[in-house]
Nanobody
Framework: QVQLVESGGGLVQPGGSLRVSCAAS????????MAWYRQEPGKQRELVAG???????NYADSKKGRFTISRDNAKNTVHLQMNSLKPEDTAVYYC????????????????WGQGTQVTVSS
């Protein structure tokens, strides 16, 4: 089994910064894409940013220039640095990873963290 545990959410004022992190643990023989998604109440989960194992990144248009995704392959972690936060950034942020759980198989399985609340408010 694989667990993704997020940390670092909380309350921040508009214009402030916050860094959320996610650590993967368990039966891991490789991690492909890692990403952050967000979800507001009553809305669908949407991609915030993704990063491949080689470091290629992509961002939602509304987050470009303010958010930075990074990962540490040796530690199986992914981070999201969020700057110039706006009230509309408020959501539960979920970590996602494609994980290879068998040394003899090339199949990757999708895993999600439990989510961490980010609230931007004065």
């Amino acid at each position: 089994q694989v667990q993704l545990v997020e940390s670092g959410g909380g309350l921040v004022q508009p214009g402030g910064s916050l860094r959320v992190s996610c650590a993967a643990s368990g039966s891991i023989f490789g991690i492909g894409l890692m990403a952050w998604y967000r979800q507001e109440p009553g809305k669908q989960r949407e991609l915030v940013a993704g990063i491949t194992s080689s470091g290629n990144t992509n961002y939602a248009d509304s987050k470009k220039g303010r958010f930075t995704i990074s990962r540490d392959n040796a530690k199986n972690t992914v981070h999201l640095q969020m700057n110039s936060l706006k009230p509309e950034d408020t959501a539960v942020y979920y970590c996602h990873a494609d994980v290879r759980t068998n040394a003899h198989s090339s199949t990757y399985f999708r895993y999600w963290g439990q989510g961490t609340q980010v609230t931007v408010s004065s």
